[in-house]
């Protein structure tokens, strides 16, 4: 079982795109959920965390409404909306489910990790 990572892709800034999480065989609606990125050259960094009941957990301050994390039950999918966006946003953006209904910052918390889906912000 793996995580689909989706929506990524090339947008200028003060763009917005949504990137959608996806767990086919698996009930993504019993666990919490992560958006995290990447950078060139950066470390993996959490951005946000959903609950299984819907609780938000904001990693990321300076992301603060820009970006928002949301359930999607009925497709089994949590996405993460993403507005204004800046060129500092590009990196690679990963979903990742924990083992748990709540939000943790532990990594050895995590059950499965998405692929990951390229967002690259032009200036």
């Known amino acids: 079982v793996q995580l689909q990572a989706s929506g990524g892709g090339l947008v200028q800034r003060g763009g917005s795109l949504r990137v959608s999480c996806a767990a086919p065989g698996f009930a993504l609606a019993d666990h919490a959920v992560g958006w995290f990125r990447q950078g060139p050259g950066e470390e993996r960094k959490g951005i946000l965390c959903i609950t299984r009941s819907g609780g938000v957990v904001d990693n990321l301050e300076s992301e603060k409404g820009r970006f928002t994390i949301s359930r999607d039950n009925a497709k089994n999918a949590v996405n993460l909306q993403m507005n204004g966006l800046k060129p500092e946003d590009t990196a690679v953006y990963y979903c990742?489910?924990?083992?748990?209904?709540?939000?943790?910052?532990?990594?050895?918390?995590?059950?499965?990790w998405g692929q990951g889906t390229q967002v690259t912000v032009s200036s």
């Open positions: 990742a489910a924990s083992r748990y209904s709540y939000c943790s910052d532990d990594l050895r918390d995590v059950y499965l």
